[in-house]
Every structure is written in structure tokens, then in C-alpha cells.
């Protein structure tokens, strides 16, 4: 095996064994390694009358003087260590023996009594996606990415049902954008008949309804030419088992045709959120227009949540009809507000978590 000891990615990966795993026997230990010197400073932060100490803050100013210092007598530190080539030899093949045997284990998804994990075997480039059911049970393969991704294909899994009961795949021909949609009824991994199109990758999004007999999802017209721009994203809802020309329009704006949507349900099921970006959204993930419709009123209005505010919002969480938004309003870093549906005027919100010196990059809320 060829090494460049002078390779960043290289040297961060065995820094990165070095520190979590023990070494093989036969490596010398001889001689004592001396680590540069991390100040701590005295950062505290107070947090719902809580002081939580951060000492080392002064390492997120990526650019001072000392911050470049540290990391480069660090550099140089792990530069000597791997300066011996016998060394550099044992740590790759150990580094090839832990990575090659046995299979590794995505992290699970939980949907009401089901649990989802993917499972990639040594030396595969596809994973398997199983589920669980209650205690006593094995796993259950559901899919084998490596027999699906076949002919040009590109398949992967899109969405759960909120309990679990179903799940999407979306498949793409040729490394397409444009998707095409199927689903899987979980407990006896039969697909339903319909195929639904007009996916496209980025831009379309689903949010299952309470009572799993359907989603709310994104759909564009699909053209001609591939290549040709996007036309106007609509929103739809599809009943399971039923084909998709049956599927009900929830909101369409021809007068903007370049707007994007993400939809969420709220967790106790009585909301759908739409998110849209008229311009592209800002930082983290935040986007200037909301909407929401009552999902306990079957004919219930898809209504704009804050029209006269500039601002961005993401939606953080809820608790029945009250809202928890990051948003940029009065607060270029963000901060976190709860707004009530009824009353979603600013001059109502109430401000949860104050705005500080470092933006606020997401904020998790049930």
C-alpha cells in the first residue's frame, strides 16, 4: 500500500482511530505523546436559569491566531507520530480488518409499534431495510437496495406512515431527477397497484394524514424534455389503493410558479404544514411563506399563517394549535416563538428562547 502522509483526509482518519480505538499489539509506546495545550476559557452561557459552562468556545473562531497555532501544532503532533512507515502499514490493515467484517447498522426509525433499521453488509455498497415488530419477533427484510438498484436504476425509501403501517420508495431511471412513486403495505410486503409520477428529487416532499389512509405530497407536470425548467409545483392528496388521476388538488398557485413546499403533519395529526420558499428560503433550512390546513375539517381552507410578516420561519414542533416556529423576525440569528393559530399576529407570539450572539441552527420541540 502507497500513503500520502501529506493528504488532510488521510490524516484525519487515522487521528480519528487513534483516538477511539486501542492499538494493536506490537506498536511502540515508548515514547510519550505531547499534546498541545487547549486553553479553557471561562464561557457560560445561561439557558432557562441554568449556567452551562463552554469553555472552549474561543475554538469557533476559526480564523484567530491562536485557534491556528493549536491546530497546527496538532498537525504536526500527529505528522511525527506517522512519520514511521511500519506503523502507517499495521494501522491500515487494521483500519481494512475492522471496516471489511461483519455488517453495520443504520440508525432505527420508530413508527407506532414498528421499528426501522437498514443493515449494510461487509463489503456492500447497498444496504437492507428491516423492520420489527413487537418483542419475540425477528426482523423482517422488507428491501434489498443491491437487487432494486439494478438496469440503470436509483431506489430509495422516501417515507414512513406515521404508525408505520406503510412506506414509499422512490425510483429514478438513469440518475434522472424525475422520480416515480411506490408503496408498500409493511406487515406482508405486498405492493399497492397504483405508481404515482411527477416527483422530483429536491423538491417534492410527503406528509402522511393521522389516519394512514393517505399523504399529501408535491407533484409537477412532467415534461417532454427533462431538461426543460420546472412549471408549477402543486400539492395533492392521494387515498391509498386508488390511482392517481383520483387524487385531490389541496393548493395550487399559478400566479407563482417557481414557489417549493415542504409539508409536515403536526405529531398529534390535526395539522399539515407547508412551508414555501419564494426565493430560494435563508440559513438553516428556513423559509419565508407558511400555510396550514385543519386536518380535522375535511373541507377546511389552506390558510397563509403570517401574510404581512417579512420574516423566515421553520416549523419546530407543536402542542394542539400552538406553533413553535424559529423564525428571523426582529432577530437576525433566530429565535424560537410559539404562536397561537387563532391569534398568529407577531405582537401574540411568545418568545420562548431569546435571540443570542450565535445563530440559532435548529431547535427540537414536541
Not at 408549477?232 to 414557489?259: C, M, V, W
Not at 417549493?260 to 405529531?267: E, I
Not at 440569528?333 to 410559539?338: G, K, Q, W
Request: charged share 30%.
Amino acid at each position: 500500500m502507497q500513503f500520502q502522509l501529506k493528504s488532510p483526509q488521510f490524516k484525519s482518519v487515522f487521528a480519528l482511530f487513534l483516538f477511539c480505538v486501542q492499538l494493536p499489539s506490537g506498536f511502540s509506546q515508548s515514547q510519550k505523546l505531547m499534546y498541545p495545550e487547549a486553553k479553557r476559557g471561562d464561557q457560560v452561557d445561561v439557558y432557562h436559569g441554568v449556567e452551562v459552562v463552554d469553555p472552549y468556545r474561543w475554538m469557533e473562531n476559526l480564523e484567530s491566531e491562536e485557534l491556528q497555532a493549536w491546530m497546527k501544532a496538532q498537525d504536526k503532533l500527529l505528522t511525527d507520530f506517522l512519520s514511521d512507515r511500519k506503523l502507517v502499514e499495521k494501522l491500515a490493515n487494521r483500519i481494512h480488518e475492522m471496516t471489511s467484517s461483519g455488517a453495520t447498522r443504520g440508525i432505527p426509525r420508530r413508527r407506532g409499534k414498528r421499528t426501522f433499521f437498514s443493515e449494510t453488509d461487509a463489503g456492500k455498497s447497498f444496504s437492507k431495510l428491516y423492520v420489527e415488530t413487537p418483542k419475540g419477533r425477528e426482523p423482517k427484510l422488507l428491501l434489498n437496495f443491491e437487487e432494486l438498484n439494478q438496469d440503470g436504476k436509483s431506489v430509495s425509501t422516501s417515507s414512513y406512515s406515521m404508525n408505520g403501517e406503510f412506506l414509499t420508495i422512490n425510483t429514478a431511471e438513469n440518475q434522472s431527477r424525475w422520480q416515480s412513486l411506490r408503496i408498500m403495505r409493511v406487515d406482508d410486503g405486498e405492493w399497492l397497484p397504483e405508481t404515482l409520477t411527477g416527483f422530483y428529487s429536491g423538491r417534492s416532499s410527503i406528509a402522511w394524514s393521522p389516519k394512514e389512509d393517505g399523504f399529501f405530497y408535491g407533484r409537477y407536470d412532467v415534461p417532454d424534455d427533462p431538461q426543460a425548467p420546472l412549471g408549477e409545483g402543486k400539492i395533492y392528496f392521494h387515498k391509498i389503493g386508488t390511482p392517481q388521476s383520483r387524487d385531490k388538488l389541496i393548493l395550487e398557485r399559478p400566479d407563482a410558479p417557481n414557489l417549493s413546499y415542504g409539508l409536515r403533519t403536526t405529531h398529534d395529526g390535526h395539522y399539515l404544514i407547508f412551508s414555501v420558499n419564494t426565493d430560494g428560503g435563508s440559513f438553516n433550512g428556513m423559509s419565508d411563506r407558511i400555510f396550514h390546513k385543519n386536518l380535522r375539517k375535511a373541507d377546511s381552507e389552506v390558510v397563509e399563517l403570517f401574510p404581512d410578516v417579512d420574516a423566515d420561519f421553520a416549523f419546530e414542533g407543536s402542542d394542539g394549535g400552538k406553533f413553535r416556529f424559529r423564525t428571523s423576525h426582529n432577530a437576525p440569528n433566530a429565535r424560537l416563538v410559539e404562536v397561537d393559530v387563532k391569534r398568529s399576529a407577531p405582537e401574540r407570539w411568545k418568545e420562548l428562547i431569546a435571540e443570542s450572539d450565535e445563530p440559532m441552527m435548529t431547535a427540537v420541540s414536541y
